[in-house]
Nanobody, 120 residues
Framework: QVQLVESGGGLVQPGGSLRLSCVAS????????MGWYRQAPGKERELVAT???????KYSDSAKGRFTISRDNAKYTVFMQMNSLRPEDTAVYYC??????????????WGEGTQVTVSS
């Protein structure tokens, strides 16, 4: 019903920047919260940042001051600008969206993830 596709991951040196994007498509009536989680090898998935439909944002302590989340409601797209990247930011980054589907309930949907590697 709903698909999320991430892009923008890759290999970057410490101190560098990346911009992640995630587009939702399918039988969408509206989208409530959107956001990003990440999972590093051997660790649990953790919240990085969220943004509501009215653009209220929340960040993890590690993301504050370095990452900026934004969205384009008309295009069902969420972005995350990541600056001053550190090796500990290395992880698979997953996009999620809380979606009201057409003629159905709200549910959370996830992308397949995009790898971010911070290394010299």
């Amino acid at each position: 019903q709903v698909q999320l596709v991430e892009s923008g991951g890759g290999l970057v040196q410490p101190g560098g920047s990346l911009r992640l994007s995630c587009v939702a498509s399918g039988s969408i009536f509206s989208i409530n919260d959107m956001g990003w989680y990440r999972q590093a090898p051997g660790k649990e998935r953790e919240l990085v940042a969220t943004i509501s439909s009215i653009h209220n944002t929340k960040y993890s302590d590690s993301a504050k001051g370095r990452f900026t989340i934004s969205r384009d409601n008309a295009k069902y797209t969420v972005f995350m600008q990541m600056n001053s990247l550190r090796p500990e930011d290395t992880a698979v980054y997953y996009c999620y969206a809380s979606v009201w589907v057409e003629s159905g309930p709200m549910d959370d949907y996830w992308g397949e993830g995009t790898q971010v590697t911070v290394s010299s």
